[in-house]
C-alpha cells in the first residue's frame, strides 16, 4: 500500500499548497474525516473548521471557512472558498465571517434556519479551536 | 506654411504625448504581467471545480427535480446580459469589442421577443451602452476602486446575480467579457452562467464517487460557488485583456508619435533652411545693389 499520496489544497485566486502527504483530516458537512491513501473516492463539502495535513515534514493546519474535498485513492484534493494557515487565522476575520452569515440568516426560517444556525455553531467552534 | 515656432511647438508637444504613450505601455506591460499571474494561480481551482461540477451535473442535471440554476425556470423569456468591460480607456478596441457583442445580442434577443435587462460591471462599457439600452440597465457594479481583482469582488456580483434570479427577475444569465489569447489577440465571449453550463475537460477517468451529503446537497452548495468561480475567472481574464489591448494600443500610439515626430522635424529643417536661403538672397542682392 502507498503510504503517500498527492494533496493539493486550492482557494479561487492561488494554490496554497501541493505536496505528499500521508494523511489529511477534513471538516467535512457530515462530520470529519481523515483521507489516507487508498481512500475509496469520495466528495464532500466542508463546514468552516480546521484542515490538517500530515506529510513528510509535519502537520500544517489550515482554517478553510467552506468549499469541498475530492478524495481519490491517489490523492486528496480540497477546493476551499477561504484558506488560510491556521496560525494567521485572526479574531477579526472569524468576526467578520460571523457577521456575514449573521446577515445571511435574516429571514431564515425551518431548513434554512437550521443551516443558518449550525454555520454559525461552526464558526464559533472555530473560534475556539484557534483559539482567538 | 507653418511658421518654425509652431513647428517647434507641435514637435515638443508630439514629443511629451510620446513619453506618456511609453510609459502607459510599460505600466501595462507590468500590469499585464501580474494579471497574467492571477489567472494562472486561478485556474487550478477554476479547473477542479469545473470537473467534479460536470461529473455531478451529469448525474443529477438529467431528473425532474434539478436545481434551477441547473435546470433553468423553464423559460428563457427574461434574459440579463452581465457586460463586463473596463473601468478606463485608451485600450484600443477592448472596451468597444465588447460593447459591440453585447449590442448584436441584446439586438438579436429583441427581435425575437424577448426581454432583456443588463448588468453594467465597468464604467466604459455601460458609457457606450447607455444610449441604445439605458432603459434596460437593472445594476451597475461599479470597480474604480478595486486595484486587484479579488475572489470577493465576484462574490459580490454573484450575490447581487444570485438574488435577483431567486426574486424571479431573469430566466437566463449570460456574461460578456474578452479571453485573453495573447497581448494582440482577446477575444470577447460571451458565456452563459445561468442556467449553468460546465464543459466536461474530457479528462474524467470514470471514477465513480460517493457523495456526502447527497449529490442534491452538494450541487445546491456548489451552483451558487459556481456561479461566483465564473465571474471570477471571467474577471480576470478581463484584467488580463484589458492590459494586453492597452499595452499594444499605446505600443501603436508611441510608434505613431515617433514617425510624427520624424516627418515634423524634416519640415521644420526644410522650413529653416529655406529661411536662411531667403536671407542669404536677400543679403546679396543688398549687396549687389550698392
Redesign the interface.
Known sequence: MADTMQFDLVSPERRLASHLASEVHIPGADGDMTAMPDHAPIITTLRPGILSVTGPDGTDNYAVTGGFAEITSGGTSVLAEKAVPAAEMTGADIDALVADAEAAAVGHSGASKDMSDKLLADLAALRTALGV | MPNLKDLKTRIESVTSTRKITKAMQMVAAAKLRRAQD?AV??R???E??NA?MAG?AASVGTNESAPKLLGGTGSDQVQLLIVMTAERGLCGGFNGNIAKLARAHANELIAQGKTVKMLTVGKKGRDSLKRDFGDMFVGHVDLTEVKRV??SD?QGIARDVLDRFDAVEFDVATIFFSKFVNVVSQIPTAQQIIPATFEDSGDSDG???????SEE??LA??LP?GV??QI?SALLENGASEQGARMSAMDNATRNAGEMIDKLTIEYNRSRQAVITNELIEIISGAEAL
Open positions: 492571477s494561480e486561478a487550478p481551482y477554476t477542479r471545480f467534479v455531478l479579488a475572489y465576484a471514477t465513480v464517487y460517493d457523495y456526502e451529503p446537497a452538494i452548495d456548489l460557488r461566483a468561480t471570477f
